[in-house]
């Protein structure tokens, strides 16, 4: 059974920093291309950040390129989303997501495209 949990959330203030990590279990961690989304109240699903399956080559939306940083260690089978000089459109419950990777180089975007997800955290940045 595959499990993704992710930790790490709270109530910061503008221009902290934040750690999230997706522990995962019950799939071979570097088999599986990994992501993280998330969704503010109103809005829909986005994706934040992609990393490939081995972690050499990652995805961020522009909205926060230059300021998070996502990797993952395969060998604690964890995915990391490093969020510094947060701001209050960065607040949103943040989720991790995993699919098996077709190719090593390759990462995915779209919700759709995830088999497994997590159960979120909260992210609020306060002003």
């Known amino acids: 059974q595959v499990q993704l949990v992710e930790s790490g959330g709270g109530l910061v203030q503008v221009g902290a920093s934040l750690r999230l990590s997706c522990a995962a279990s019950?799939?071979?961690?570097?088999?599986?291309?990994m992501a993280w989304f998330r969704q503010a109240p109103g809005k829909e699903r986005e994706p934040v950040a992609a990393?490939?399956?081995?972690?050499?080559?990652?995805y961020y939306a522009d909205s926060v390129k230059g300021r998070f940083t996502v990797s993952r260690d395969n060998a604690k089978n964890t995915l990391y989303l490093q969020m510094s000089s947060l701001n209050p459109e960065a607040t949103a419950f943040y989720y991790c997501?995993?699919?098996?990777?077709?190719?090593?180089?390759?990462?995915?975007?779209?919700?759709?495209?995830?088999?497994?997800w997590g159960q979120g955290t909260q992210v609020t940045v306060s002003s």
């Open positions: 997501a995993a699919r098996p990777a077709l190719l090593s180089g390759q990462y995915y975007l779209r919700t759709s495209e995830y088999r497994y």
């Open positions: 019950g799939l071979t961690f570097s088999s599986y291309a």
């Open positions: 990393i490939t399956r081995n972690g050499d080559s990652q």
